[in-house]
């Protein structure tokens, strides 16, 4: 089971960044799927997740400024940042868990550096 994600980068503020994540040893329709980041000095946060029923999730701070996609034949999950700030400055990872959207999921990639400068 591997989560590989990619797509982070410097960009400034107000700017755009999709971030990818390839499945492989499993199948993301099978199972919750989300982003979380974790600013240096800060707890890891969720930023956003897809539950098994389709449902999707947002943490309130990014409301209106990312959106969480799956495209079932490549196996692979996005996040789409847009109106990028400072703050958002983390570096990005996605998770995957057999059951639910949590915490604590089960299968977690190596994640992707956004820097975000002013």
């Known amino acids: 089971v591997q989560l590989q994600a990619s797509g982070g980068g410097l960009v400034q503020s107000g700017g755009s960044l999709r971030l990818s994540c390839a499945a492989s040893?499993?199948?993301?329709?099978?199972?919750?799927v989300a982003w979380f980041r974790q600013a240096p000095g800060k707890q890891r946060e969720a930023v956003s997740c897809i539950g098994r029923d389709g449902a999707t999730y947002y943490a309130d701070s990014l409301k209106g400024r990312v959106t969480i996609s799956r495209v079932n034949a490549k196996n692979t999950l996005y996040l789409q940042l847009n109106d990028l700030k400072p703050e958002d400055t983390a570096v990005y990872y996605c998770?995957?868990?057999?059951?639910?959207?949590?915490?604590?999921?089960?299968?977690w990639g190596k994640g992707t550096q956004v820097t975000v400068s002013s």
């Open positions: 998770a995957a868990d057999t059951n639910w959207c949590q915490a604590d999921m089960e299968y």
């Open positions: 040893g499993f199948t993301l329709n099978d199972h919750a």
